[in-house]
């Protein structure tokens, strides 16, 4: 069993940064492969990026690239999405999502999720 706690969103300005952090707890949490999703009002869930358990490997939406980053820290048992250059398009409730498989952009195949954080961008 894995429990994942988000933090770190807020408003800011376009142009702005953000980090979002993700906790996980569990003995196995660190074992987990991470990925990050978000909400927007009346949209479905939309893959963010990913990250291997190693924190080696890492894949985002093209959306994304170049903007959004993500990072772990396994002795921390936290994941982070360091977001710069937000635009009003980003603004959207984030999430992130453990599973034993890397790669996976569909959230209907990720096993554990958190409650999200809210993120909002102003024109």
């Known amino acids: 069993q894995v429990q994942l706690v988000e933090s770190g969103g807020g408003l800011v300005q376009a142009g702005g940064s953000l980090r979002l952090s993700c906790v996980a707890s569990?003995?196995?949490?660190?074992?987990?492969?991470m990925g990050w999703f978000r909400q927007a009002p009346g949209k479905e869930r939309e893959f963010v990026g990913c990250i291997s358990w190693s924190g080696l490997r890492t894949y985002y939406a093209d959306s994304v690239k170049g903007r959004l980053t993500i990072f772990r820290d396994n002795a921390k048992k936290t994941v982070y999405l360091q977001m710069n250059n937000l635009k009003p398009d980003d603004t959207a409730v984030y999430y992130c999502?453990?599973?034993?498989?890397?790669?996976?952009?569909?959230?209907?195949?990720?096993?554990?999720w958190g409650q999200g954080t809210q993120v909002t961008v102003s024109s």
């Open positions: 999502a453990a599973d034993l498989s890397y790669g996976i952009v569909s959230p209907h195949e990720y096993e554990y």
């Open positions: 569990g003995r196995t949490a660190s074992n987990y492969h």
